[in-house]
């Protein structure tokens, strides 16, 4: 998909975004609390910006303008909770000879809180990606990857619960079916479940047995496939699930000028985002939330970094 137009070049720790909202509920004038996410995907070990003389993404990413970008939107609103679709790792030298330390304490450094698993993070086999998630200090959530009889059973969690300023925020993972696109020596007997099941499963929990007020799910299955638009993606999952209130997407490297509302199978809104690869954007979404914590609304941002 060609890249947008919307990417701003400025620097991340002085950069003003101007909102163009969208209501996605009513908002009557009450108190209310503020929620940051912050997210990412596809990142693919690009520690650095890109060259001056790129072609397309001139001087844009690199994980120093990253940190920047999050310690200044910390600054502004510390209820952030900050998270990753998948694909953290292959795709520069960084990862052919640290194996994706390098990426996990960067990732440590800027305080993520959860990440979900790309199929790039098998490519030094599970063994490897076991020894690199013992560098990890936030969570890997995957719930349709089982690996029960793998080396990373117990350490890789289907969901977690995080409390931001009272809100509870349900976050789980999703990855895309690894046979046929991985060797299977490098995942060895991880089973792979199917993720619509699993998200309507996930979902119901979050809302009913965790209470959660905002339920988030991190897919690594791609925004969608026009040209097979059966293979489950981020669009059908938010169309075949309910109580999920925003989908964060990967795998598809998509450069989305603004989240898609799409309507879940009882026709409410689900917000559905996705931030292109190698870190040159990071997503932003604001939700609102009164003192009931029942979601007002939320804001849309330009996409920069």
């Keep these: 998909m060609k890249r947008r137009d919307f990417i701003t070049k400025t620097s991340a720790a002085t950069a003003l975004l101007s909102f163009n909202n969208f209501e996605l509920f009513a908002a009557p004038k009450i108190k209310q609390k503020h929620i940051t996410i912050l997210h990412t995907n596809d990142v693919h070990s690009h520690i650095e910006p890109f060259a001056a003389d790129h072609p397309r993404y001139a001087n844009l990413g690199g ?46 450094m800027m305080q993520y809180n959860a990440a979900t698993i790309g199929n790039h993070e ?37 969901y977690k619960v995080f409390i931001v300023d009272g809100v509870k925020i349900g976050v789980f993972g ?47 299955l791609g925004y969608y496939y026009k040209a097979t638009p059966d293979v489950v993606s981020d669009l059908i999952i938010a169309e075949k699930t309910a109580n999920i209130d925003l989908i964060i997407g990967g795998h598809t490297h998509t ?43 939320a804001k849309e941002p330009i996409i920069i970094v």
């Design 63 to 108: 994980a120093a303008k990253r940190a920047a970008y999050i310690n200044a939107v910390r600054l502004e609103n510390p209820n952030v909770i900050l998270l990753d679709a998948g694909d953290m790792f292959q795709g520069t030298p960084y990862f052919n000879y640290f194996g994706g330390e390098l990426e996990f304490k960067l990732m440590n």
């Design 174 to 220: 999703l990855g895309i079916k690894l046979e046929g696109l991985v060797n299977k020596k490098m995942f060895k007997e991880t089973v792979y479940i199917d993720p619509i099941e699993i998200a309507q499963d996930m979902s119901r929990i979050l809302k009913e047995q965790e209470k959660c007020d905002l339920i988030i799910c991190l897919s690594h």
């Design 255 to 297: 450069f989305l000028p603004k989240p898609t509302v799409a309507k879940n199978k009882d026709g409410k809104n689900v917000l559905v985002n996705q931030v292109g690869w190698t870190g040159v954007n990071m997503g932003r979404i604001d939700f609102y939330l009164d003192e009931n914590q029942t979601k007002i609304k």
């Design 122 to 158: 098998f490519d030094n086999g599970i063994d490897d990606l076991y020894k690199q998630i013992l560098n990890a200090k936030f969570e890997l959530l995957s719930a349709n990857y089982d690996f029960t009889n793998t080396i990373l059973n117990t350490h890789v969690k289907p």
